[in-house]
């Protein structure tokens, strides 16, 4: 697992297979079906190995805290391996090999929260959520191949806009320009989307602050 890991953050997500690290191991491809049945299965391990710790050390206090702490730490740890993040947001095989200890770490929070039974399984859902998906959309990978002349397209076809047709596009398209999700050319490795990023993390601990206050005045049925 630790050369798949390796291997995927040298070469990528996309040329890794079997053969390739059987040739890195010096073995034969056959030998590393020994000890795991499939590519996928070393995928989910690979992402198992780094994301290990994210909920090792996570900090007292309240819930909101606690949960804020969660986010930041996927994100730190998906940035040090950003080939990964196609796996995590698009293939359950990474379900495979989940962290445990996280994912209590994230029902222990909701459970301080309020949340309970089908409340506290869509605040979960949300959380997992918010948790894979700004890092996953922030480090998507550019087009295989990609070039100086697709970056170029990309910018001409933003600097295109027009303020006829899209006035409000157009008034902001400067702001966001390269620093905005479907409005960018640059990975989320080169350039960081922080301030999103914490504005991100503060939306959706308010949010499900807001949420179990409404929950909570609710009649029970």
Partial sequence: MQAALALIDEK????????ALATTLGVYPAAIYWHVPSRDALVAGAIA???D??????????WQLRLAAVIRGFRAALRAHPFLAPAVASELATNA???ALLLDHVLA???DAGFEGAALVDAFN???????GFATLELSTAPAGSSAEWQAACRGHIDAIDPVRHPRLARHVGSLRDRAFM??????????LDSGF??????VVRGLESRSRMLRRLPRV
């Avoid at 990528?12 to 053969?19: D, K, Q, S, V, Y």
């Avoid at 949300?126 to 894979?132: D, E, G, Q, R, S």
């Fill in 53 to 62: 710790g994210v909920a090792a050390h996570l900090p007292q206090g309240t």
């Fill in 12 to 19: 990528g997500l996309a040329t890794f297979n079997i053969r």
């Fill in 126 to 132: 949300v959380v997992i959520a918010a948790m894979c």
């Fill in 183 to 192: 409005l960018r050319w640059s990975n989320g490795s080169e350039q960081p």
């Fill in 198 to 203: 914490e504005a991100w993390v503060d939306v």
């Fill in 109 to 111: 929070a909701l459970e």
């Fill in 97 to 99: 090999n989940f962290d």
């Fill in 49 to 51: 190995l780094a994301l």
